[in-house]
């Protein structure tokens, strides 16, 4: 672009030069051949710039395309958005033949004869291809994998040495206890925010061996009435993610779709039986946590059911809202559950180390102030993990336009307008001034009061 500048002016400098011939040689009475000459570098020099200006043109687009990309991203957004919205819209139409019709047979036998294994090394080439162009930001995750795990280990020693008999640390103990799985969680968990735009087997490889550490630090907080679930769970997720990476012909995936939905179908049934719930402790039966997991499984049972149907019957959208969206938000609240518990872990133990066990009302209020952060980040996970289900189902977008346009409604009296989400900024921004008044209350009375001679 500059350098098209330099010559879009030096252009400019010549133009008037030979205007300025033509008029002089007009008035000198040179000869034709003369003047046919000056106006042939005239239309020449016309024509360069014209050429120019257009490069220029395209070069100025392509710069607002780079530095600015967000109308082109609107643009692909509003496409998915279209998509979306129209799958959702033919969720209840046979689009595909049923699964015993003949011609998936011959569909099928037609897919076996392509061979997945070229398909799947292209899609290899282009994992190792962007692995290539990202080798940086790979080797800060697998630094900042070696300095978690090295770092927590030492951690645990130091927190262990620092407990107090009134501070109970064994659920952070159960998970500290496993600090490699920690740093892979912590580290692998970054990955979507650290490559956004990776190939799609990348995300599935990440998925996959995220499975690992998230079934290893639940299995050590999970009763062991639940330890089925919590194995089991990982295991369907890495079958699904092998199906995604490995099946790329439709029929085929829509089979093993089938049967997977009908494992996980089986498995919920043997997991929900009466002769087994009747093994399991009577206070755990008791507990807000069992019974919201026992309604989760009733209503995965359910809508296993429908999307078997559905998929035999060749209603594939809506299957696979259905049997993907309830397999991923399940493993989803797993993994969120596994993260929950590392960030409490580290509240759990950060709180009795230096610098924070110096101030006193951490130490005097250590329970209390662990209690409410705890309160906090599983609220933070709950409400992340509701959005990704909405998400995974495919409703998170319409519903997020509804509320906007809900928020956004205005009401107006004279020369006063006023939306509903003026009034819940409002108490949002009085409730938050409250509990900040209150915090620092907390902090005077607790850490500043007490330390400062002070008159009446």
Do not use: C
Request: glycine share 6%.
């Amino acid at each position: 672009l500059t350098s098209l500048r330099k010559s879009l002016d030096r252009i400019d400098e010549i133009a008037p030069v030979w205007k300025e011939t033509e008029d002089q040689a007009r008035g000198k009475g040179l000869s034709a051949s003369a003047l046919q000459r000056i106006a042939s570098t005239r239309r020449e020099i016309a024509r360069t710039r014209g050429e120019l200006v257009a490069r220029r043109n395209e070069v100025l687009t392509l710069r607002d395309q780079l530095v600015d990309p967000r109308a082109s991203l609107e643009r692909s957004l509003r496409e998915v958005r279209g998509a979306v919205k129209s799958r959702l819209a033919d969720v209840f139409s046979p689009i595909l033949p049923p699964l015993w019709s003949a011609d998936v047979r011959v569909s099928i036998v037609e897919e076996l004869k392509l061979g997945w294994r070229e398909h799947f090394a292209e899609r290899l080439r282009g994992v190792a291809e962007y692995a290539r162009q990202h080798a940086n930001l790979l080797a800060f995750q697998l630094l900042l994998f070696v300095a978690l795990a090295l770092g927590l280990r030492v951690l645990q020693a130091r927190a262990k040495s620092r407990a107090e008999e009134n501070y109970d640390l064994r659920e952070a103990e159960h998970v500290f206890e496993l600090p490699t799985a920690m740093a892979l969680l912590i580290s692998l968990g970054l990955t979507p925010r650290l490559h956004p735009l990776a190939p799609p087997l990348f995300t599935h490889l990440v998925a996959t061996v995220l499975a690992l550490p998230t079934a290893m630090i639940v299995r050590r907080l999970a009763p062991p009435a639940m330890n089925p679930l919590v194995i089991g769970l990982p295991i369907f997720f890495v079958v699904d993610q092998v199906r995604y990476m490995i099946v790329v012909t439709h029929t085929i995936e829509r089979v093993l779709f089938a049967l997977e939905l009908l494992f996980a179908l089986g498995f919920l049934l043997w997991m929900a039986r009466p002769s087994r719930l009747t093994q399991a402790p009577p206070e755990m039966l008791r507990q807000p946590f069992f019974r919201v997991v026992g309604l989760a499984m009733r209503i995965a049972i359910i809508f296993f059911v429908v999307a078997i149907a559905a998929e035999g019957f060749g209603l594939s959208n809506l299957s696979d809202v259905l049997g993907n969206g309830t397999l991923r938000s399940a493993y989803v609240a797993l993994l969120f559950y596994g993260m929950l518990k590392v960030a409490q872990s580290l509240v759990a133990y950060t709180l009795v180390l230096r610098p924070l066990r110096l101030l006193r009302m951490v130490s005097r209020q250590r329970a209390w102030i662990r209690r409410r952060i705890d309160r906090g980040l599983a609220l933070l996970a709950t409400g992340v993990w509701v959005y990704t289900t909405l998400a995974v189902f495919g409703v998170a977008g319409p519903l997020r336009d509804r509320i906007a346009g809900l928020l956004g409604a205005e009401l107006t009296v004279g020369a006063l307008s006023i939306s509903l989400a003026d009034v819940l900024v409002f108490f949002l921004v009085v409730w938050l001034s409250f509990l900040l008044a209150r915090f620092i209350n907390f902090v005077l009375e607790e850490d500043v009061f007490p330390r400062a001679r002070l008159p009446r």
